[in-house]
């Protein structure tokens, strides 16, 4: 459906105008939003993160690719909810706390969305206890915390012990990420995962739900 393809293709310039336009069009046409979400904007998404990982864009263009999705989610967010269309898997994600870093953590976010994923994105300086009470209620498969500053690297310690402690570490999986982190220091916490990058998030998601 070339309709789709174009969705796809607005989206992938940042065109956010056209994108809502083309949605519209999409939903009166009786395209399923089913079709309109994966076959159009996570399709325009998807493309968009490959370049980014692959260095032919830069994170402005990923941005206004951020934009034009929001745009098309806001026409289909009712249709979602009503229809019941699944999401593929919720993820909790925020920057620890005594941490206000939180730009690599939001483009996390954006790539998550942009995949399909639906976000609880806590914001920074996020106490422990926040990041399993998020999990909890919104049944999240996956906890993803980040952290810039060394200092508050042992916070992320602090959240693997609380899931623990609760009988919750093997159904929430933890990911971590950040310049001071790596992935031997998400072994000796025993967090599930290391992502060093916002596309390698995605991949890391997708491949631990798979688990």
Known sequence: MDILKNISECLQNGEDEKVTALTKKAVVENISVKEILFNGLIDGMNIVGEKYKNHEIFLPYVLLSAKAMYAGMNVLKPMLINEGVPTIGKVVIGTVYGDLHDIGKNLVGIMLKGAGYEVIDL????????????????????????????????????????????GLKNRIKVIIGGAPVSGEYAQEIGADAYSYDSC??????????KQ
């Open 200 to 209: 390698n998030a995605v991949e890391t998601v997708k491949r631990l739900l």
């Open 123 to 166: 914001g920074n300086n996020v106490q422990p206890e926040k990041f399993i009470e998020a999990a909890k209620k919104e049944n999240a498969s996956i906890i993803g915390l980040s952290a810039l500053l060394t200092t508050t690297m042992p916070v992320m310690k602090k959240v693997i012990e609380l899931l623990k402690e609760e």
